[in-house]
């Protein structure tokens, strides 16, 4: 089936400093991808995603790129902020027809000023 | 509002009761999914409506938990007997289509349940 593997957190940064959370999935067909975004005491929202191979997407800074020969979606932000600080989940959909998505378990980054 | 609202925000229940929790998706979108976010867990999917009907409720982890749609918009997930372990955060979410095409899926804020 399908599965999310994230780095474990707690991510601890300075602020200004470079940002990498390593995803690898495993899936059949070809996945979109998503990392979701939650902030302390706010809801789930979308970060950025992409749907399909070499797609780059992102938002606010942030950016990731489907690598499927790697099976990786890694996020990554060239200087943090301490507004940065949050829970960040990666995650996949099935192929075409698959209408849910699977979360990794969710890496929590802390950005100090 | 235009998000996906959910009801109750925070519920304290004792053990062996029965819970209702409801979830109002954005308006237009005809799926609908129940998440569960337990510390350290993740997201654990539980139920997947498009329309009024279920074709994936292969999360659901015992049939103490059921769900329904109506009018292919509110949602309310049903948990009978409660036990501690039931004890999250449930999370629902809307889309106007299938994450595999790139559609969006938008989560509520959730509902914090404590089972005591």
């Known amino acids: 089936g399908n599965s999310v593997t994230q780095m474990e957190g707690p991510v601890t940064l300075s602020e200004e400093a470079f940002l990498t959370i390593n995803c690898t999935y495993t899936?059949?067909?070809?996945?979109?991808l998503f990392w979701y975004v939650q902030y302390p005491g706010e809801g789930l929202q979308l970060l950025l995603k992409?749907?399909?191979?070499?797609d780059k997407g992102s938002n606010k800074g942030f950016e990731a790129t489907y690598r499927k020969e790697t099976t990786s979606f890694h996020l990554e932000k060239g200087s943090v902020q301490v507004s940065d600080s949050a829970v960040y989940f990666c995650?996949?959909?099935?192929?075409?027809?698959?209408?849910?998505?699977?979360f990794g378990k969710g890496t929590m980054l802390l950005v100090s000023p | 509002g235009a998000g996906v609202s959910q009801s109750p925000s925070n519920k304290v229940t004792e053990k062996g009761k029965d819970v209702e929790l409801r979830c109002d998706p954005i308006?237009?979108?005809?799926?609908l999914y129940w998440y569960r976010q337990s510390l350290g867990q993740g997201l654990e999917f539980l139920i997947y409506?498009?329309?009024?009907?279920?074709?994936?409720k292969s999360g659901l982890p015992s049939d103490r938990f059921s769900a329904e749609r109506t009018g292919g918009s509110v949602s309310t997930l049903t948990i009978q007997r409660t036990q501690q372990e039931d004890s999250a955060v449930y999370l629902c979410?809307?889309?106007?289509?299938?994450?595999?095409?790139?559609?969006?899926?938008?989560f509520g804020e959730g509902s914090w349940l404590t089972v005591v």
């Open positions: 995650a996949l959909s099935g192929s075409a027809g698959y209408s849910t998505l699977t």
């Open positions: 409506f498009q329309g009024n009907s279920a074709p994936d």
């Open positions: 979410a809307s889309s106007l289509g299938s994450p595999s095409s790139g559609n969006t899926i938008y």
């Open positions: 992409a749907t399909k191979a070499d």
């Open positions: 308006s237009g979108h005809t799926a």
């Open positions: 899936a059949t067909g070809y996945p979109s």
